[in-house]
Nanobody, 121 residues
Framework: QVQFVESGGGLVQPGGSLRLSCAAYVRNFNFLDMGWYRQSPGKQRELVARITSGGGTNYVDLVKGRFTISRDNAKKMVFLQMNSLKPEDTAVYYC???????????????WGQGTQVTVSS
């Protein structure tokens, strides 16, 4: 069974910071590209940050310079450091493996509960 458990979300003021964590209960974690997705009401789930099995990273322009994705292979965990948060960052954030060179397709059809990030004054 594939399982992702996200945590670390919460309510934060604009300009604030949050650090999200994802525990990935998957096989061969070290070989997988991983990513953080987010979904707002009325919008499709969108990949916002990706880290390859080799440690390379990619971000959508909207979060570039503000978000940093990282991974700990020994712990099978992925992190997302979010700084300078904006109200438009409000969403439920999910993690999953990312199909290499796909533009954002997830490897697994199973998603975790996600963690809610709310940016509001």
């Amino acid at each position: 069974q594939v399982q992702f458990v996200e945590s670390g979300g919460g309510l934060v003021q604009p300009g604030g910071s949050l650090r999200l964590s994802c525990a990935a209960y998957v096989r061969n974690f070290n070989f997988l590209d991983m990513g953080w997705y987010r979904q707002s009401p009325g919008k499709q789930r969108e990949l916002v940050a990706r880290i390859t099995s080799g440690g390379g990273t990619n971000y959508v322009d909207l979060v570039k310079g503000r978000f940093t994705i990282s991974r700990d292979n020994a712990k099978k965990m992925v992190f997302l450091q979010m700084n300078s948060l904006k109200p438009e960052d409000t969403a439920v954030y999910y993690c999953n493996s990312v199909v290499p060179n796909s533009g954002g397709y997830s490897v697994f059809g199973s998603w975790g509960q996600g963690t809610q990030v709310t940016v509001s004054s």
